[in-house]
């Protein structure tokens, strides 16, 4: 018998739906001592929360978070909802004794992250950040890699998530939807969107990073603002790229922009080692490319590891060996590992104290930006 852990969803878009997909689906697949059970979801919009609601089995529903916290009957906050109200609602949520779930960017900046992550110590909650690309398998393959000295030394680390959707000049900012091109509501544009989850993956595979020098631009300075309706300058980053090194004295390079034309989701990174280097492609998920110098010199090749078999981090709980998964079941196995953490009494990674790691490199990513200067990034 499974024991009921009753899940408040904040926010019911993209993420929501992901999340919602993710706590509905675990159970089947993995053996777990809890069962996520969608007790309510929120939204300021009744007219919109409700559809959402019904259409994934949420029993109940609320227009304010603050009643949704004040709730006995939650175990579970999963806070969906724009960057610039994390903090609020975790702070709040850990001092309600609630176990928290939120999404990627942590918070606005490094020390709005310092308070969410002294208030769910202090609480002693047990808290995630939803950094799926952890749980793809062939990224958590890699890792393995990685950590079993596969690559030896590492020398190189390269990254870039590329997408095209904002190219448009006639393209609003803030409200629903478009909230992101909003600087108060995102805090920053591609660096906390996209180049977080490169620079968390980075972090997870490499170790941290010491210093960086960035270089960000905005294509377009004024969009007309859906709250507002007047035409406001543009806070946010469109494109970004820095140079880092990493404290293993690896060299990096990152990109990442909204402008490249063609693109809609394109995450990639490459680590070259002595011994071995690894690729990955968020458009080829469920393969990891493998070169190992050590092979003999005739054969000696890329492989490319169909990441489907038994043996495989994750595959064990789906199909037969050869048929892959997708982006979606990143978010299962995340709900499995923090369900599993939970029952043992063990933190599952990211939890807030360590995507601030990454806050405090999106923070120093804009510092050098401004500053057109090498920057030292704070340690967690």
Known sequence: MTKPLNVGMIGYGFMGRAHSNAYRKVNHFFDLEYRPVLKAACARSADNVKPFAAKWGYESTETDWRKLIERKDIDLIDICTPNNTHAEIATAAAKAGKMILCEKPLSMNGPEGVKMVEAVEKAKVPNMVWYNYRRVPAVTLAKKLIDEGKLGRI??????????WTISADLPQGGTGLWRLDVAAAGSGVTGDLLAHCIDTALWLNGGIDTLNAMTETFIKERKHNLTGKVE?????????????????????FESTRYARGHKALYTFEINGEHASIFWDLHDLHRLQYFDHRDQGQTRGWRSIHVSDGDHPYMGHWWVPGLQIGYEHSFVHQVADFLEGVAKGKPAMPDFRDALRTQYVCDAILQSAKEQKWVKVVEA
């Open 155 to 164: 020398f190189h680390y390269r990254a870039k998530f590329l997408q095209d």
């Open 233 to 253: 300058k543009v806070g946010i980053d469109d494109a970004c790229a820095f140079l880092a090194r990493f404290s293993n004295g690896s060299l990096a390079t």
